[in-house]
């Protein structure tokens, strides 16, 4: 059994620093870096790309909304002609500073409000992964599993990966408990590895009231703009390893 371990980074502006990327560099095996809307800035992105290519990190794109100031976490109501250009031009850019750098982008992976809207109304994701797939047809959409963005990830006939979280709670659809919720957040890397390893094995979300959804498990995210993310990142791929589950890029 293998499973690969991505982390959202890049998320600094100008000398403003978000996380601590390089340390989550050796962890991780996929980088999904910000693209300048709802962070980063084209200094972080080529700094954070050089780093992830230099130690056989995938790189992938990561757009989100327009919202700095609130770190693209609040919905905005846009056109699917509107979104489609949103996510075109973020993957546009993320794919001229991967080159520079010296890699290139491997997949895709949509950015908080914009992604937890695409998981609920299968339209969004539609106007989202077709935007990303005209102008790159290989690119590999991370999903999250279980949601209508593997419907039409699939119903689209995409390379694609699914995705779970080790530092979330799910509702009993497959999407994620709302961050405003007590024990959305998760922060203890003991428990969350353990739970990962029971979803792995299961093949299965196991939601926070106990339920099973069936899914297919590619990469396990952990969130990366947290004091505890590299403690997060450790002690869940620990957990992975001691359980004889390889952690490789997917």
């Not at 709802?38 to 954070?48: F, K, R, Y």
């Not at 699917?80 to 010296?102: D, H, I, K, P, S």
């Not at 937890?116 to 999903?143: H, K």
Request: aromatic share 4%.
């Amino acid at each position: 059994m293998q499973v690969d371990l991505n982390s959202d980074m890049g998320e600094g502006f100008g000398h403003w620093v978000m996380g601590d990327d390089a340390a989550l560099l050796d962890v991780v095996t996929s980088a999904n870096i910000a693209c300048g809307f709802h962070a980063g800035d084209p200094g972080t992105m080529a700094a954070t790309m050089a780093r992830a290519e230099a130690r056989g990190v995938g790189i992938g794109a990561h757009p989100g909304f327009a919202d700095l100031q609130g770190f693209g976490r609040r919905r905005i109501s846009l056109s699917t002609e509107e979104l489609g250009n949103l996510v075109a031009y973020q993957l546009g850019a993320a794919q001229a500073m991967a080159r520079r750098a010296g890699g290139r982008v491997r997949h895709l992976k949509l950015h908080g409000a914009l992604a937890n809207m695409a998981s609920e109304a299968p339209e969004i994701a539609r106007a989202c992964y077709s935007a990303a797939l005209a102008v790159d047809p290989e690119i590999i959409l991370v999903v999250l599993a279980a949601t209508p963005m593997e419907a039409v990830a699939r119903d689209l006939g995409a390379r694609w990966a699914g995705e779970i979280f080790a530092d979330r709670a799910y509702e009993d659809d497959a999407t994620l408990v709302d961050r405003r919720k007590p024990g959305a957040v998760l922060h203890d890397p003991q428990a969350a590895g353990k739970r990962m390893v029971e979803m792995l094995r299961a093949g299965a979300i196991i939601t926070a009231g106990g339920k099973h959804i069936p899914c297919r498990i590619d990469t396990i995210c952990v969130h990366g703009d947290s004091a505890e993310a590299v403690a997060m990142a450790r002690g869940v791929r620990a957990h992975l390893e001691d359980a004889g589950i390889a952690v490789t890029r997917f």
